[in-house]
């Protein structure tokens, strides 16, 4: 069985990853496509052998799980050749969206986890990345309920960093949350990552309508008033979305879900933006980030590279990063 994996380009895996898209159809069955194992791998440290790299033949998953993405679950892996150790995230074709390779392969940015590559082996995708030990800040709020005010507006901060590229870049990514947000080994580094909810915007001003075609909306709590309206969307729905995750950050739990049942979509379309849900013991000044972050109008909201000034702002006026904080458990604020 003749393989295909390159040890080659972003773009080379971006233009394979269009053909990727689930079709669904019966093509799908013969034996042929079930065993074929296609990919680009973009480091050396993932060596493909006779253009072929498969589980379990040129890689392995190592211990557990890591984590849950977007569409698939996240294992730690190592290249059987080389010793490398990387994340990997396995999707099934028919849940693949190419969006998720073709808006992040080229982007390389210090607040963005870096691809490794991608590899289709008969019905699977699998996707790996760096690997990061801190594992999701989703994972470290479980751990320790809330964080306090200068921990969550570095966080908020470095998020803020991300989508300013991203943005720039015509990226939007869709899904901002706590799970999607990795940390490295000693907690001081957070980089975005997982685009399977991400689309590439028309820079040419088309706006953008994100509920139709083949977009999967994000996580319902930190979704933007717009998208839930089916209006057109921009860039602002990260910024939004970012300070849903800064109250999720500040109280251990999502916003709406301490006043609303499921489903949110109608009070977020409806109800004024949730900034009761911010703690009375924040400083003014973090309240005015999350106050321009949650402007339900999107032409009113800040852009990502305003709110990070604000944030950075913010962060000085609380007095930095000081809490002596080493993740100690703290309940998840009760409501007032
Ligand atoms: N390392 C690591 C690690 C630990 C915990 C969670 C996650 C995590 C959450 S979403 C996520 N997405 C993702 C992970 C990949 F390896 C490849 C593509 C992805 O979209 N990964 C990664």
């Not at 993932?46 to 679950?73: I, M, N, P």
């Not at 001003?205 to 969307?233: F, Q, S, W």
């Not at 729905?237 to 301490?258: E, K």
Request: charged share 25%; glycine share 8%.
């Amino acid at each position: 069985l003749k393989g295909n994996v390159i040890l080659g380009e972003p773009r080379n895996l971006a233009c394979l990853a269009k053909t990727w898209k689930g079709d669904g159809s019966s093509s799908k069955a013969c034996l042929q496509e079930i065993n074929e194992n296609e990919g680009v791998l973009l480091t050396e440290k993932l060596k493909a052998v006779d253009y072929e790299y498969r589980e379990e033949v040129h890689w392995t998953k190592c211990q557990g799980l890591l984590g849950t993405g977007s569409f698939g679950e996240v294992y730690k892996m190592e290249d059987k050749q080389t010793g490398f150790q990387c994340a990997a995230k396995k999707v099934q074709v028919e849940h693949f969206r190419a969006e998720e390779l073709t808006t992040c392969a080229g982007v390389t940015h210090a607040k963005v986890l870096p691809l490794y590559g991608a590899v289709k082996e008969g019905l699977w995708v699998t996707i790996f990345m760096k690997l990061m030990e801190g594992g999701s800040l989703g994972q470290l709020l479980k751990q320790c309920g809330y964080l306090p005010e200068d921990r969550a507006l570095d966080y908020l901060s470095q998020t803020l960093e991300a989508l300013e590229y991203l943005h720039a870049h015509n990226v939007l990514h869709g899904d901002v949350k706590a799970d999607n947000v990795l940390l490295s080994g000693d907690r001081s580094h957070a980089v975005l990552c997982d685009f399977g909810h991400a689309a590439q915007l028309h820079p040419d001003g088309i706006r953008n309508c994100l509920t139709t075609g083949d977009y999967v909306p994000g996580t319902e709590t930190h979704l933007a008033p717009e998208i839930v309206m089916g209006k057109h969307c921009d860039f602002k729905v990260d910024v939004w979305s970012s300070c849903c995750m800064m109250l999720h950050l500040l109280n251990g739990y999502h916003p709406w879900t301490q006043y609303y049942n499921h489903p949110l979509c109608l009070k977020i379309a409806k109800e004024p933006p949730p900034l009761r849900e911010i703690p009375p013991s924040c400083h003014p000044s973090t309240v005015q980030v999350i106050t321009s972050g949650l402007e339900k109008e999107p032409t009113k909201r800040a852009s990502a590279a305003e709110l990070r000034m604000k944030t950075c702002k913010a962060l000085k006026q609380v007095g930095g990063l000081k809490s002596s904080w080493s993740g100690e458990y703290r309940e998840p604020r009760c409501l007032q």
